[in-house]
């Protein structure tokens, strides 16, 4: 044989390898992805990861993607109403106790609303939020809650959400307020 036949062999034993190399890269990876947990939210990545980031949001990561836990609107509240109970993500029951201090520009008449919805929206509980002292001030204003529902057990999710409302006694949309926190209901199984 020839020195050029030699050469152009070589040359294409090399590219065969090469080939054969990156195909075989590409088909673990697709092996990996396939035999990989679907993950699309925060819970899900603890639940298959486990390891949670000790931040405010909790933070997970799984496979190079970042998951944040879902606090509501709590942080962009923070400077009008502080909820000390139940936090976000909260496991309740009935009957709730709702304690916070909100400024005195979020009560009326000492009072303002509080909601409790299930994982659709559909109101199970409401009732006013009680301030524990002088609400007539722009300052922080202790409050109590006592919140009683009950849930259907067959229920599709054990996610909720609790509402507390500015009181708006205008009823002019643009003094219309909110702090909505996301919860989870107690002995209810995820469908």
């Given at each position: ?28 990876k ?23 980031e000790?931040s ?15 606090i ?18 909260q ?62 057990k067959?229920?599709?999710?054990n ?33």
């Amino acid at each position: 044989m020839n020195k050029q036949i030699k050469v152009i062999i070589s040359i294409v034993v090399v590219i065969i390898v090469l080939i054969m190399g990156v195909l075989s890269v590409y088909l673990y990876k697709e092996k990996i992805k396939k035999d990989s947990p679907i993950v699309n939210d925060f819970q899900e990545c603890v639940d298959v990861a486990g390891l949670v980031e000790e931040s405010y949001p909790r933070q997970c990561n799984f496979n190079g993607h970042n998951f944040t836990e879902d606090i509501g609107n709590e942080q962009e509240k923070s400077d009008l109403i502080i909820l000390e109970n139940p936090r976000p993500n909260q496991i309740i029951q009935s009957p709730l106790l709702i304690k916070g201090r909100a400024r005195g520009m979020w009560f009326f008449e000492a009072n303002f609303p509080v909601i409790l919805v299930n994982w659709d929206g559909l109101i199970i509980a409401e009732g006013f939020a009680t301030a524990k002292g002088d609400w007539m001030t722009e300052e922080f204003v202790p409050f109590e809650a006592n919140l009683y529902f009950t849930i259907d057990k067959d229920i599709y999710s054990n996610r909720g959400a609790l509402i507390l409302k500015k009181d708006n006694p205008s009823g002019l949309p643009e003094h219309n307020d909110a702090l909505e926190i996301p919860i989870i209901f107690e002995d209810i199984k995820n469908k």
